[in-house]
């Protein structure tokens, strides 16, 4: 069964920059059908569309979130990576990597994982 | 950016039917129909429900469905079951190749 899975320090310090890649074993991240993102949920809060990339490169971004976000994708390891600099508080959250069909949803879902920002 | 407002809750008998609304603007749920919905029990991942504002992906029960007037788009939740109880997003594609959620409702079930 697909599923894809997030890893990555669970605390960063403030202003320092948050690091997480999420891989995709079972499935090509290649695959031309998909892109895939990530999202976010402060605990106890509601969901924030992060960002997304395509195989190719392709990426886009929350606009606000963008001068502060970098999504990379690594095809030779099947996996895509999210960076997000200038941390503070206000990021603390739990962090999910997702499968995107391009405008229409977002079809699969990783367990998530928590970062907190905190010194 | 804004997100798409929803009631902050739901509640209904078991056997009952609901609906959660989620309003948008001329810049997503208004102008697309790529309206999607969500899923979330506590501590689990969001699990999708509708896609493209009326599509179940396989192995949705039938009594979810959705639909779509104007900026406002619909969840409902039919011969409601304890199970039924959970947070739920609604999703929209919005203009310059960006995403938005709603605000979220709790669901609960009598």
């Known amino acids: 069964q697909l599923q894809l899975q997030e890893s990555g320090p669970g605390l960063v310090k403030p202003s320092e920059t948050l690091s997480l890649t999420c891989t995709v074993p079972?499935?090509?991240?290649?695959?031309?059908?998909?892109?895939w993102g990530w999202i976010r949920q402060p605990p106890g809060k509601g969901l924030e569309y992060i960002g997304s990339?395509?195989?190719?490169?392709?990426?886009y971004y929350n606009p606000s979130l963008k001068s502060r976000v970098t999504i990379s994708v690594d095809t030779s390891k099947n996996r895509f990576s999210l960076k997000l600099s200038s941390v503070s508080a206000a990021d603390t959250a739990f962090y999910y990597c997702?499968?995107?069909?391009?405008?229409?949803?977002?079809?699969?879902w990783g367990q998530g994982t928590l970062v907190t920002v905190s010194s | 950016q804004s997100a798409l407002i929803q009631p902050a809750s739901v509640s209904g008998s078991p056997g009952q039917s609901i609906t959660i609304s989620c309003t948008g603007t001329?810049?997503?749920?208004?102008?697309?129909?790529?309206v999607s919905w969500y899923q979330q029990h506590p501590g689990e991942a969001p699990k999708l429900m509708i896609y493209?504002?009326?599509n179940r992906p396989s192995g949705v029960s039938i009594r979810f469905s959705g639909s779509k007037s104007g900026d406002t788009a619909s969840l409902t939740i039919s011969g409601l079951q304890a199970e039924d109880e959970a947070d739920y997003y609604c999703?929209?594609?919005?203009?310059?190749?960006?995403?938005?959620f709603g605000t979220g409702t709790k669901v609960t079930v009598l």
């Open positions: 997702a499968r995107l069909i391009w405008r229409e949803a977002f079809d699969l």
């Open positions: 001329n810049s997503d749920v208004g102008v697309y129909n790529y």
């Open positions: 079972g499935a090509s991240i290649s695959s031309p059908s998909y892109y």
């Open positions: 493209d504002v009326s």
């Open positions: 999703n929209s594609y919005r203009s310059g190749n960006t995403y938005v």
């Open positions: 990339i395509y195989y190719s490169g392709i990426t």
